[in-house]
């Protein structure tokens, strides 16, 4: 199946490079840009101080990470379905539309920081620092995500935890839809509802 296989590749490509996404992130108000004082402020992020309202996203279930109303505005199903994945690698949740072959994936990465993508920005095709909820974030692609119909990002929730958002569109919607709205989308809608850092 379709979803499978990019899920798949999503988390190969993880499990290769700490540091590595599959997506790109749009611009959706929550966006920041890359200039000097935005990019200083994403980079202090990594050391925890600058994070507000830091989350857990460990503290629920995975597949609790979507609530079910977000689900719907996405276009995807309400129940979502963990996803086998690797030893040692994070575990991820995946919510499918029952009409198509659109996808949401949402997964927390422990013992991570921003830093590991900043340090390797020139390595990725497509590139930006993101801001979703005061939170920084990062898109980080080694391949294009109109071209792929795939997009991934990051959104760190405290010092060293982030959470990735994976999206795919269907194949008609290739070169039209942008996977990386989605992906946008499904942080903007989902992150409020994470519990508070302890």
Known sequence: MRRSGVIAGGVLLSV???GCSSGSA??????AGTTTGESTSSSES????AIANPKDATAVGVCELLPKEAAVQLGVQPQGEKEEVESGSAPACVWESAEDFTSVSLSPVQ????????EHESEYVDFERITVHGHPGVRSNR???MESGSCGMHVAVQEDQLVQSFTTV???DTGSAD?????????RLSLPSWPAAE
């Open 16 to 18: 290769v490079l700490a």
């Open 26 to 31: 749009e611009q959706n108000g929550d966006s």
């Open 46 to 49: 990594s050391s925890g101080s």
């Open 111 to 118: 013992g991570r920081s921003l830093d590991t993508y900043y």
């Open 143 to 145: 391949v294009k995500p």
């Open 170 to 172: 269907p194949s008609d």
């Open 179 to 187: 996977p990386c709205a989605l992906a946008k989308k499904a942080l």
